[in-house]
């Protein structure tokens, strides 16, 4: 089982890969609100990106109405757009990721599934035309949910045996959507096929297991995971990031492990137990958002300090580096959501 002792040191720093640096081969329905943004000057062309590649993926999701998708052309050039941004830090558009949507969920899932495999490709240290087949894969990974009933992906209790059975079917409807689909490979069709797939043989459609399952794959399943778990749904409240990397390093069992253990790590480094976008409270009791992370040293991000430590707003952001401040550290991260709603939580522990 994966632990996050396999991943940090005890300073919070990253330990390194057993491989070095060579590059791989290949409840109640949940408030629809938004948290507030980031606090960076200019977020405009990121925005722009995320708006089209919803566009997109809503588009592709409808055209399965016609029993196919001809082209992925459009999804490459945002794909390469992204990996662009993403090359170069891509904090703002790692934030609109981190960020819960109105709207339907799915579509805003596949956009930020893919903006994060490729965030993490980087991180393996995948060439750029890689990170962009990544990145589309991600993008269309569950159009197949499109022939799934609506009420079965929205559902708020449990699903039965034959409504489950149903779901998992998701990933043969959408590579039988994308063959011969121009533009797609046997690479990125893997990479759909196998995102659910678990390597001790417990995921779907197919039950594959260790070696059988593809690179590709299982990164993205990783960072499905990961995304879901950090964005509300219609059964549940969502976890916040650090929830969510220790529900993936400690619950999920034998289902990723071995070369996971290598994904997981990148998953660590490049988004960070308290990624961009995320509230945490310090020690003090300030409250503040993180805006980058230290590669080297995840637990201590640079933080924009917006509350003190009563809860009410600071006349002005602070901005704080806690790689350089021996005497603050991160106490907790927060739902700034429910935070807004009692300022009672400043005195939990």
């Known amino acids: 089982m994966v632990r996050l002792s396999d991943v940090l040191g005890p300073d919070g720093s990253l330990k390194p890969s ?10 109640k329905t949940a408030p629809q609100e938004t948290i507030p943004p980031l606090a960076e000057p200019e977020r405009g062309e990121a925005s722009l990106i995320y708006q089209e590649a919803i566009e997109w993926v809503t588009k592709k999701f409808k055209e399965t109405e016609s029993g196919s998708i001809a082209e992925i052309s459009g999804g490459m050039e945002i794909a390469g757009k992204m990996v662009k941004i993403l090359t170069g830090g891509g904090e703002s558009l790692l934030t609109l990721a981190a960020t819960p949507k109105e709207g339907y969920h799915l579509y805003s899932h596949c956009v930020n599934v893919s903006i994060l495999s490729i965030k993490v490709g980087l991180g393996l240290h995948y060439r750029p035309q890689e990170l962009i087949q990544l990145g589309v894969a991600a993008l269309i990974h569950d159009v197949g949910m499109a022939k799934v009933p609506r009420e079965l992906v929205e559902k708020r209790g449990g699903l039965s ?3 489950l059975a149903i779901v998992k079917k998701h990933p043969i409807y959408t590579v039988e959507l994308l063959e011969g689909t121009k533009g797609l490979d046997r690479t990125m069709l893997d990479a759909i096929l196998h995102e659910h797939e678990r ?12 070696e059988q399952l593809s690179e590709f794959g299982s990164t993205i399943a990783i960072v499905d995971v990961y995304e879901a778990l950090t964005h509300p749904r219609p059964y549940r409240k969502r976890y916040t990031q650090d929830e969510a990397m220790k529900m993936i390093a400690y619950s999920m069992g034998n289902q990723f ?5 290598r994904i997981l790590k990148a998953l660590v480094k490049e988004l960070s137990i308290y990624p961009v976008g995320s509230f945490i409270q310090l020690n003090t009791k ?6 980058r992370v230290n590669k080297n040293f995840p637990l201590l991000p640079v933080i924009d300090v917006w509350l003190d430590a009563s809860g009410d707003r600071l006349p002005e952001i602070k901005r704080v580096n806690l790689a350089q401040e021996p005497l603050l550290h991160i106490k907790k991260s927060v739902d700034i ?7 009672t939580w400043l005195n939990t522990t």
């Open 337 to 343: 959501l429910e935070a807004a709603k009692d300022k």
């Open 18 to 27: 057993s491989k070095g640096t060579e590059k791989a081969p290949q409840g």
């Open 286 to 291: 300030e409250i503040g958002q993180v805006v």
């Open 257 to 261: 492990k071995g070369e996971h253990v």
């Open 199 to 210: 390597i001790d043989g417990t995921g779907y459609p197919a039950g594959l297991q260790g």
């Open 161 to 163: 045996e034959e409504e």
